[in-house]
């Protein structure tokens, strides 16, 4: 009796790594890496965040190395946050209206340090400029009010498209807001300033380091149920996302990352637009405390999940660990 052997040997192409190569379906390169940035007061200061290990914010001549670096790595983005001194925080956030704030001073600093060689990316939200850690204005009862945020937020992404900020990122999730910044922005002529929409961001517990690292943790009263995406829900996913494109963004974001790529793959799927994703700083220290623990190996652990935000669909991945899978990319 002659034995049968399956036709279909799907480990034939896996047998070599140049056939493994040959037949890989998906990319990653250093041009798919955002980096966010921490950006603090003070002159040749870099404070560690010690729930983020490995990440520091960093004064503005740290921040300007960091954008030679990035250019230096391929990387083409940088996201800024700032931490912003406590006695600049006030209850309506008038900071982030300030044309000489941490953030408008970053902007300035990285153009200084790389001109046009790399792209700006600012986050237009009130949570590093409030007393209360919220991302908008509160009303007496606690409740953050939207239209009156929304008129705030315009200002803010307008000072920082005058300071010279490259790709507008609201990660506030108040309706409406796309569209307001995208007019003011028309009318002001500033026609080629991006609008990067954190379109479904949800109200996630992985958010805790980078609170820590802007300082607003201690100061956040309640949570952002009101405005961010409850963790259970995919189809109002869905409804966001196509409101935000019809306002006028140019890209759109899902966040936090790894635990929301089916959020992902349904948005590339259906709207065929640039989705990018935020791998959180809970994600980040979850994989570094992995690592720590010895339950796996730094090099492989990131480029592994970073593969696969690209499998998803991700045109590219906001990451803390941009710089060394940018160093592992170009080998
Ligand atoms: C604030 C903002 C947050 C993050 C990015 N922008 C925190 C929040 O919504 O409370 C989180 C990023 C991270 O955890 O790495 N608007």
Known sequence: MTQSYPATRLRRSRATAWSRAMHRETCLTADNLIWPLFVTEGDGVEEPVSSLPGVSRWSLDGIAARAREAVELGIPCLALFPNTQPERRSDDGAEALNPDNLMCRAIRAIRDACGDSIGILTDVALDPYTEHGQDGLMDNGGYVMNDATVEVLVKQSLNQALAGADIIAPSDMMDGRIGAIRQALEDDGQHNVQIMSYAAKYASAFYGPF????????????????????????????????????????SVMVKPGLPYLDIVARVKERFEVPV??????????????????????????????????????CAGILTYHAPLAARLLNG
């Open 276 to 313: 990018f994703a935020y791998q959180v700083s809970g994600e980040y220290a979850m994989i570094e405390a992995a690592i720590a623990a010895g339950a796996g190996d730094r090099e492989a652990l990131v480029m592994e999940t970073l593969t696969c935000f690209r499998r998803a669909g």
């Open 211 to 250: 609170r820590d690292a802007v300082g607003s943790r201690g100061l956040l009263k309640g949570d952002k149920k009101n405005y961010q995406m409850d963790p259970a829900n995919a189809e109002e996913a869905l409804r966001e996302v196509a409101l935000d494109l019809s306002e006028g963004a140019d």
